[in-house]
């Protein structure tokens, strides 16, 4: 029952892992479109930071 729940677990946070990846790529996408656009380029690199963070977190603990 308990590796049931560690399975569980280390699938959500694999999920959450990829779900972060695409935002960034998504992202980077964005950025690229709005090249030369301040507004663009800018609230791109604040959701960058914010989910550079979010898979800092994530990836260690999905990796293990």
């Not at 029952?1 to 699938?11: F, I, P």
């Not at 690229?32 to 994530?58: W, Y």
């Amino acid at each position: 029952m308990e590796n049931e729940v560690v399975d569980n677990q280390m699938g959500l946070l694999k999920d959450m892992k990829g779900k972060i990846e695409e935002i960034e790529r998504l992202v980077l996408e964005l950025r690229d479109l709005g090249r030369g656009m301040p507004v663009v380029e800018k609230n791109a690199q604040s959701i960058l930071s914010f989910t550079h963070v979010l898979r800092f977190g994530i990836s260690d603990l999905a990796e293990m």
